[in-house]
């Protein structure tokens, strides 16, 4: 016997396995990534099966669906039978049943699995629609029931998951409108079980979460459409929507007035066609707000010449964050005597650094940084040949908004549909 207390929106969730396929779409916060963690931990202690976890880039899920997977297993009481293995990551069962992780950024690996009975997709939207198509032909088991749960906060029409599971007004094809969704929260439609949520079915919430969420309405109705209302809808075209110029002295008046600002400088490297761009920039940590006052910006620099031109970096030793595709030339820097050192770079790191700047509520820029308005002012997403929105490419090769991701490499963002994980306490008797 498990006792747990659940939200009620998610109470009929936690034990419907009429369906193949489980698509939960929602708000930030609405705690569907928890109780699907919950559901998993729940049929595999029933059950003896092998259940696949997977997010477009493996080292992302770790962080994300392991350690929330963990965290209800202590929270059950359940550690001293359900063992929690880092390396590889695994979640072993008494009864023989597990769950294994995988990243669709090394395809390779799904190859040797097998026996795989439930797969579930966290992030979907962020999965290609090849690498869908390409796990529902590894959920295969010669004799137990076939699932799979996809779960999303939801993005544009543009996605595949919305193509696929609502309608795809191209080749005039129809599932279920959302709108039916959103007013009815859940519903059925052939072999897929649908499930809406938002911050507000998650009763273990604070009121200032919510607050926070209602503040996104302000500064980027695109992304209160996704993290307050939960709906899909047509994304506008800028990356950075928040994104002001203002004058340079007022800007250094707001920097001055930040209670404990928080300095980074990015830089990334160019030669021919693209530039050496540093940033030096300023976060307000409690505020959220992103102030960019200074930019170095040149291209047909040689290192040397470049070395000589920002010299003051070397006197005043500021730490630079740079592109650490170019290992050699940091060396070469930091042998000159400047305090340079390389940013995580991996598959998939430009859709997460995108993301992180995208938290920001203002992004501030200083109007004597003309290359950076320039380049971020009006940045569209770059389109497939579709038409649809490439999510980590763009019309333009920005290198300030790489210098910008290099230099926050060590600085997060809060993300608010991250800081809800943990607010469930115990208490209905589930058997």
């Not at 996605?159 to 795809?168: A, E, P, V």
């Amino acid at each position: 016997m498990i006792e747990k207390e659940v939200n009620p929106h998610f109470d009929d969730f936690l034990f419907d396995w009429s369906t193949k396929f489980q698509f939960l779409v929602g708000g930030y916060g609405s705690s569907k990534s928890y109780h699907i963690a919950l559901k998993l931990i729940l049929k595999l202690l029933e059950e003896k099966r092998t259940a696949l976890v997977v997010r477009e880039v493996y080292e992302t899920i770790r962080e994300s669906c392991f350690t929330l997977l963990e965290e209800i297993v202590i929270d059950l009481g359940l550690e001293n039978k359900v063992k929690c293995v880092v390396s590889p990551m695994q979640i072993r069962f008494p009864n023989g049943s597990k769950i294994i992780f995988k990243g669709m950024d090394k395809p390779a690996k799904l190859k040797s699995i097998n026996n795989i009975s439930i797969i579930w997709l966290e992030e979907c939207s962020e999965i290609k629609y090849s690498g869908f198509k390409e796990l529902l032909g590894r959920l295969r088991h010669p004799s137990l029931k076939l699932h799979m749960i996809l779960s999303t906060n939801p993005v544009g029409e543009d996605n595949w998951t919305f193509k696929h599971f609502f309608k795809d007004d191209r080749n005039k094809r129809l599932v279920l409108d959302d709108r039916e969704l959103y007013e009815k929260r859940t519903i059925v439609v052939k072999d897929t079980y649908y499930h809406h949520s938002t911050a507000d079915d998650n009763l273990f919430l604070p009121e200032s979460y919510i607050a926070q969420l209602d503040e996104m309405k302000e500064y980027d109705p695109d992304l209160y459409r996704i993290a307050r209302k939960g709906h899909f809808g047509v994304n506008g075209v800028r990356v950075l929507p928040q994104f002001v110029e203002m004058p340079h002295d007022e800007v250094m008046a707001a920097i001055e007035n930040i209670r404990k600002p928080i300095k980074r400088v990015g830089m990334d490297f160019g030669f021919e066609s693209s530039y050496n761009a540093i940033i030096r920039m300023v976060v307000d940590h409690d505020k959220k707000y992103l102030y960019i006052y200074w930019e170095y910006y040149k291209n047909q620099m040689t290192d040397d010449l470049t070395a000589e031109e920002i010299k003051e970096f070397k006197e005043t030793k500021e730490l630079i964050k740079a592109d650490s595709a170019e290992p050699k030339t940091i060396k070469y820097y930091r042998q000159l005597g400047f305090n340079m050192v390389g940013a995580k770079k991996y598959k998939g790191s430009r859709l997460q650094y995108t993301k992180k700047v995208k938290r920001f509520k203002k992004i501030i820029c200083s109007d004597q940084c003309t290359n950076t308005v320039y380049e971020l002012k009006d940045l569209t997403y770059a389109l497939d040949k579709n038409g649809d929105i490439i999510l980590d490419e763009f019309s333009i090769d920005p290198h300030t908004l790489s210098a910008i991701w290099y230099g926050l490499d060590d600085y997060e963002v809060a993300d608010l549909k991250e800081k809800s994980a943990k607010r469930e306490r115990p208490s209905r008797e589930r058997r």
